[in-house]
Nanobody
Framework: QLQLVESGGGLVQPGGSLRLSCAPSEFTWDPYDIGWFRQAPGKEREGISC????????YYAPSVKGRFTISRDNANNTVLLQMDSLEPGDTAIYYCAVHKHRGRCSLHPIDYFRWGQGTQVTVSS
């Protein structure tokens, strides 16, 4: 069963940038509708962005709008999350997942499945 694999996390100073990648665990050309989420210690999982590749529509949570950019690398069927102007409050494990319904984009974790294992992002000086 296809799963997602996140990569690109790490330690970065405040104001820095990281680019996360979300790729399928096995080859597929299917352009899944993907959401990015994050979970900090002791907090609930938070939806931060999603994309519908068939339309190019994207959506961002207010907490990251203007700083994060979601996009799709069509050649590799990979979804990217460019994170700029990072803040200590962005520290969390970042996950991607597939929306259960085609052509949909939401920031509610319950709408998604096939979660990846996550990648740690730490913003600290």
């Amino acid at each position: 069963q296809l799963q997602l694999v996140e990569s690109g996390g790490g330690l970065v100073q405040p104001g820095g940038s990281l680019r996360l990648s979300c790729a399928p665990s096995e080859f597929t050309w299917d352009p899944y509708d993907i959401g990015w989420f994050r979970q900090a210690p002791g907090k609930e999982r938070e939806g931060i962005s999603c994309i519908i590749p068939s339309t190019g529509n994207t959506y961002y949570a207010p907490s990251v709008k203007g700083r994060f950019t979601i996009s799709r690398d069509n050649a590799n069927n990979t979804v990217l999350l460019q994170m700029d102007s990072l803040e200590p409050g962005d520290t969390a494990i970042y996950y991607c997942a597939v929306h259960k319904h085609r052509g949909r984009c939401s920031l509610h974790p319950i709408d998604y499945f096939r979660w990846g294992q996550g990648t740690q992002v730490t913003v600290s000086s």
